[in-house]
């Protein structure tokens, strides 16, 4: 436990930055988009090109805003769980072994 929250402390952990494997099916869409935003890019101009530059920021945006929101609820909900797990008077209906 001690080591993991070192690693934290130290920002070896990163939970946010991922390694994507090569030919998955996240990194075939991730491409193709890209191909399609460049492509798309190309044939707008003025404001039409703004237009879909913000457009695809603000996506971004919400994508990372519910990124972190789902880490957190997650986080949140993992330590609830380690929590109760933790309670041995939660009345249950078979006696602990002696000793504990």
Do not use: C, V
């Amino acid at each position: 436990m001690r080591n993991i929250l070192e690693d934290l402390y130290f920002g070896k952990i990163t939970p946010n930055e991922q390694d994507i494997t090569p030919g998955s099916p996240l990194q075939q869409a991730m491409g193709q988009a890209e191909e399609y935003e460049e492509k798309l890019t190309a044939l707008l101009e003025g404001e039409e090109k703004t237009m879909l530059l913000r457009l695809l920021n603000a996506e971004n945006e919400i994508g990372s805003t519910l990124a972190l929101e789902n880490f957190i609820l997650g986080f949140r909900l993992g330590m609830r769980l380690a929590i109760e797990a933790m309670d041995e008077d939660d009345g249950s209906l078979s006696a602990l072994p002696e000793g504990r």
